[in-house]
């Protein structure tokens, strides 16, 4: 390129010369003369400015095209068709080529220092709107080389900005289905929620079918969860069927186990006469449970009430037997200390018979109080013990007329002097008859 840029210059240095020498003896412009300028690029790429001449009208003694030198100094002059001149600078000169074209302080790289560069003829910084916003440039062997600073990232041609952690992230350096995080400066990997696998080179669902799954787990959105999830509100999972829920209602409860259980009711208005108590969202009989085995329950209000039947006997709350004859005492119905024995009454019917207890006298029925004595022993030798009291034994022991004396507790009879007879029934006169003698 050097070489050709070489020989270009001195052919245009020769035709400059051959011009001057031709000029002195031909006038050097037609006259009247009209003209185009234009502007071609070469291989180099650099511009070369053209003029080309139209309507020429020549002096007495002039020639076409060329050969009249109708440019400028170190011009360069090319006919075009029909014998028109085409005036242009030659490469590595600038200028009006109708007037002066100047040499430029360059023809290629290698005419410019290392960090300068060759450009429309002149050496110049190639730094110059090179680069990026806030980049730095580097001119090296004629080229500027644009980088970001220490700290910055981007790209030097375009714009160069402050590192953020999290462009390490952008793009992702891990696998599909995967999130990216920096931490600790340093960007981690892992997998999405839900997905499973090696994050670096990408994760996939936890499952895609029942069977990926435990057996009391199911697949659902790609996820493994309790198959028990599939019951309604309130409702309890009996057991897990090849990932399916058996689902139940709770005692009491009413509804559709698989969307729904609620309670049979929420207060007393909401349940039957049969059942007429809510409990715990349940209607209930209150007499249920209530009273003992064999027993009468009868509601007052929602309250039990229990009993035994008119036949029968027992604690109502535990149980309830038929009756025997111990049954009649019990309770006791006599008064203190008395006892109760079975008996019948008049008319045979089994009754209650009350008594004192030994040694107590009164009334059994309301209160039996002790007697004064129990025995003999108890009272003076000429007292008898009779019905728990002391008292004369001679009382109505022996006979009309007869004489009583208490003696060790006993009444000893004797009929009068003068009579005679058993003194317990009866003394009589005694009667003497003369006795016959007999001789």
């Given amino acids: 390129m050097f070489l050709q840029h070489q ?3 001195g052919l245009a240095v020769m035709l400059l010369a051959i011009g001057s020498s031709m000029g002195k003896k031909l006038e050097k412009r037609c006259v009247n003369c009209s003209y185009r300028t234009y502007y071609t690029y070469g291989n180099d790429g650099r511009s070369l400015q053209r003029v080309i001449y139209t309507n020429p009208v020549y002096t007495r003694g002039q020639t076409y ?9 170190n011009a360069v002059c090319q006919e075009a068709s029909g014998g028109r001149p085409v005036c242009s600078c030659p490469p590595g000169f600038s200028g009006n080529p109708l007037t002066h074209c100047n040499r430029g302080e360059c023809l290629d790289n290698i005419d410019c220092r290392g960090d300068l560069q060759c450009k429309d003829n002149r050496c110049v910084n190639p730094c110059v709107g090179a680069c990026g916003i806030g980049s730095n440039c580097d001119a090296r062997n004629h080229v500027a080389v644009c980088s970001c600073p220490a700290g910055y990232n981007g790209d030097p041609y375009t714009s160069c900005h402050l590192n953020d952690p999290e462009e390490q992230c952008h793009p992702s350096p891990c696998g599909i289905n995967t999130k990216c995080e920096i931490i600790n400066s340093v960007p981690t990997c892992s997998c999405l929620h839900g997905y499973l696998g090696n994050p670096l080179s990408g994760c996939r669902h936890e499952c895609e079918h029942d069977g990926d799954c435990g057996g009391r787990d199911m697949c659902s959105n790609y996820k493994c969860v309790p198959s028990c999830g599939q019951c309604g509100i309130g409702a309890n999972c009996k057991t897990v069927a090849n ?38 969202g349940i209607c209930k009989n209150t007499c249920e449970g209530a009273c003992g085995v064999g027993a009468d329950c009868n509601l007052r209000g929602l309250t039990p009430v229990c009993s035994c039947p008119r036949d029968m006997t027992g604690d109502p709350f535990v149980r309830c037997r038929p009756f025997t004859k111990e049954d009649l005492c019990e309770p006791n119905p006599c008064g203190t200390n008395a006892i109760c024995v079975p008996g019948h ?25 002790r007697g004064e004595c129990l025995s003999n022993n108890e009272c003076p030798d000429h007292r008898a013990c009779i019905n728990y009291q ?21 009444a000893v009879c004797r009929c009068p002097a003068g009579q005679s007879g058993d003194a317990l029934v009866s003394c009589r006169q005694t009667r003497t008859f003369p006795v016959a003698k007999y001789h």
């Fill in 243 to 280: 990932h399916r829920a058996i689902c139940e209602c709770p005692k009491g409860y009413i509804g559709s186990p698989y969307t729904e259980c609620r309670p049979e009711c929420y207060g007393d208005v909401d349940c039957p006469a049969s059942r007429p108590a809510c409990f715990y």
């Fill in 390 to 410: 002391c008292v004369d034994p001679c009382i109505g022991k022996c006979a009309t007329g007869a004489s009583c004396e208490a003696k060790a507790h006993l």
């Fill in 345 to 369: 009454d008049n008319t045979g019917r089994e009754r209650p018979v009350c008594n004192c207890l030994p040694g107590h006298t009164g009334n059994p029925l309301s209160h039996c109080q």
């Fill in 65 to 73: 095209g060329c050969s009249g030198n109708p440019c400028g100094v």
């Fill in 7 to 9: 020989r270009l210059l």
